[in-house]
């Protein structure tokens, strides 16, 4: 199974954008790449994903590179809601099949 | 718009006593997936149902049984109870009619289970 690498922590200023890195190699041609994160005690929450081209919502911008080995999550403007735990997650395309969190980035939010 | 329910919200359990979770899908979602998640790790995949057949299974202790029901809802059995179990159990639900590329999975607020 495809795995993903993660920094452990990561700082940010508020207002400021942060990009979130995610490298995974090993990625199959079909896998998704989506992208969670997880405040404490509570669910993960959705944030964005993307299989080739990068992909822009409300929440997120994720750039996917060429060879689809690596990818960012950018958070425009990061606020304090935003300090969560960050999850890379390649997910295959046949529903039902598991996937992995990994270890995840904690990103903390500086006032 | 209505979320994953999980229930109960908090459970405490008693060493070799046994434990029922609930969690109910999105409606329309035909797919569910388990996840534990002990202190200060990350979420390990238990065991996933589509259309109430086990799909695809984890490391799920052979304590541990899950079933999905014909109303789409799921429900982790867990026996023999032990202090290890304690933890925050998840479900995500997913749905293939919608399009797993149009959505994300979508998880609950779980159930955190001590086992005292």
């Known amino acids: 199974d495809a795995k993903t690498t993660q920094p452990n922590s990561m700082e940010s200023n508020e207002e400021e954008p942060v990009h979130l890195p995610c490298n995974h190699s090993t990625i199959s041609g079909t896998d998704y790449i989506h992208w969670y994160r997880q405040l404490p005690s509570q669910g993960p929450e959705y944030v964005i994903h993307g299989l080739t081209s990068n992909v822009n919502n409300r929440m997120a911008s994720l750039a996917i590179a060429e060879d689809r080995k690596s990818s960012t999550l950018i958070l425009h403007r990061a606020t304090l809601r935003d300090a969560a735990v960050y999850y890379c997650?390649?997910?295959?395309?046949?529903?039902?099949?598991?996937?992995?969190f990994g270890t995840g980035t904690s990103l903390t939010v500086i006032p | 718009a209505a979320g994953v329910i999980q229930s109960p919200r908090h459970l405490i359990k008693e060493k070799r006593e046994t434990a029922t979770l609930k969690c109910y899908p999105i409606?329309?979602?035909?797919?569910v997936y388990w996840y534990q998640q002990g202190p200060g790790q990350d979420p390990q995949f238990l065991i996933s149902f589509y259309e109430k057949m086990q799909s695809d299974k984890g490391s799920i202790p052979d304590r541990f049984s899950a079933q999905q029901f014909s109303d789409y809802h799921s429900e982790l059995n867990m026996s023999s109870l032990e202090l290890g179990d304690s933890a925050l159990y998840f479900c995500?639900?997913?749905?293939?009619?919608?399009?797993?590329?149009?959505?994300?999975?979508?998880f609950g607020s779980g159930t955190r289970l001590t086992v005292v």
């Open positions: 997650i390649l997910i295959p395309p046949d529903t039902g099949n598991q996937f992995y």
């Open positions: 995500a639900s997913s749905s293939v009619r919608d399009g797993l590329i149009n959505y994300g999975y979508t």
């Open positions: 409606p329309r979602h035909d797919t």
